[in-house]
C-alpha cells in the first residue's frame, strides 16, 4: 500500500467517523443539540416570538368583523402597539424561567411540544395572547420548534457529509487504479472539514445558521453535490471528467506531469 493510498484512507475514515459521531449524538445523548446550540436555539426562538408580536393583527378584511375592524384601526392603533408592548413585557419576563423549564429533559411540557410538533402542529399565536401562562407556551413552543428543525438539519448535515466521506473510503479500495483521481475530492473534503470546524469551535452561532435554513447551507450541500458527482465519474466515467479538471490545475501551476483516465 503506497502513500497516497494511505493517504486517502486516513481521510476516508476520520472524516467519516468525526460526522457520525456526530450525527449518533443527535440520537443516542439526550439533550446534546440542546446544549451545543443553546445561545443559538434562543436567540432564534426570541426573533421568531418578536416576529410574530409584531405580526399581530386585526381580522382580514374580507369578514364582517374585520371590516368592522378596519374601519376603528386606526382609532385603536395606539391601544394595538400597547398590547404589543405588554406582551413583548411579558415574554421578557418570563423569559429565564420558561427556558429553564423546558431544558429541562424531565419536563412533561417537553413531552406535550414533542407531541405537538410530530403531529404538525404549529403555534398561532392569536390563541396564546390572552394570559400570562400562556406566555410560557409561547416561549416553549418556539423553542421546541427550533430545536426539533436544527436537529433534523444536524442530521442531514453530519449524515450526508459522513457518506461522502465513506464512499471516498470504499472506492480507494474498490478502485485502487483511481487513487490519484481521488485526491481532487478528497482535498474538498478535508477542505470542508476544516471550514466546519473552524467555524465549530470559533463561530459556532455561524455554523448553526449555516446547517439551518440558510441559503449559505444550500451552498455547501452544492459543494458536496460537486465532490459526489467527482466520485460518481471516478466510479462509472473512468474519471474522464476529474482527469480533465486535474490535468488543467496541473497546467495552470506549470508541472510537467498528466494524469490519464483510470
Not at 410560557?136 to 438539519?153: G, K, P
Request: hydrophobic share 50%; with cysteine.
Amino acid at each position: 500500500m503506497n502513500w497516497r493510498k494511505i493517504t486517502l484512507s486516513i481521510i476516508g475514515a476520520t472524516g467519516a467517523a468525526i460526522f457520525l459521531m456526530f450525527f449518533m449524538f443527535t440520537y443516542s445523548v439526550p439533550g446534546w443539540v440542546e446544549e451545543a446550540a443553546a445561545d443559538y436555539i434562543e436567540s432564534e426562538a426570541r426573533a421568531r416570538i418578536e416576529s410574530q408580536i409584531e405580526s399581530v393583527s386585526l381580522p382580514g378584511a374580507d369578514t364582517a368583523l374585520g371590516r368592522l375592524a378596519s374601519a376603528v384601526v386606526e382609532a385603536n392603533q395606539d391601544r394595538i402597539d400597547e398590547f404589543r408592548a405588554n406582551l413583548e413585557n411579558r415574554v421578557h419576563e418570563k423569559w429565564a424561567a420558561a427556558i429553564a423549564e423546558v431544558r429541562d429533559l424531565d419536563c412533561e411540557c417537553r413531552q406535550r411540544w414533542e407531541e405537538w410538533l410530530s403531529s404538525g402542529w404549529r403555534q398561532n399565536i392569536q390563541l396564546l395572547e390572552a394570559a400570562n401562562e400562556q406566555v410560557s407556551r409561547l416561549i416553549h413552543a418556539n423553542y421546541m420548534q427550533v430545536t426539533e428543525e436544527l436537529r433534523q438539519d444536524i442530521r442531514i448535515f453530519t449524515g450526508s457529509n459522513a457518506a461522502v466521506f465513506l464512499l471516498l473510503l470504499a472506492i480507494s479500495f474498490l478502485k485502487p487504479r483511481a487513487v490519484t483521481h481521488l485526491f481532487l475530492p478528497g482535498i474538498l473534503l478535508v477542505i470542508s472539514t476544516l471550514v466546519c470546524s473552524y467555524f465549530y469551535i470559533f463561530e459556532q452561532n455561524w455554523l448553526l445558521t449555516i446547517i439551518h435554513n440558510s441559503y449559505v447551507g444550500y451552498a455547501y450541500l452544492g459543494w458536496l453535490g460537486f465532490v459526489f458527482l467527482l466520485l460518481l465519474d471516478i466510479v462509472f466515467n473512468r474519471g474522464r471528467v476529474t482527469t480533465e479538471i486535474l490535468n488543467a490545475i496541473l497546467n495552470a501551476i506549470g508541472s510537467a506531469v498528466s494524469v490519464v483516465p483510470c
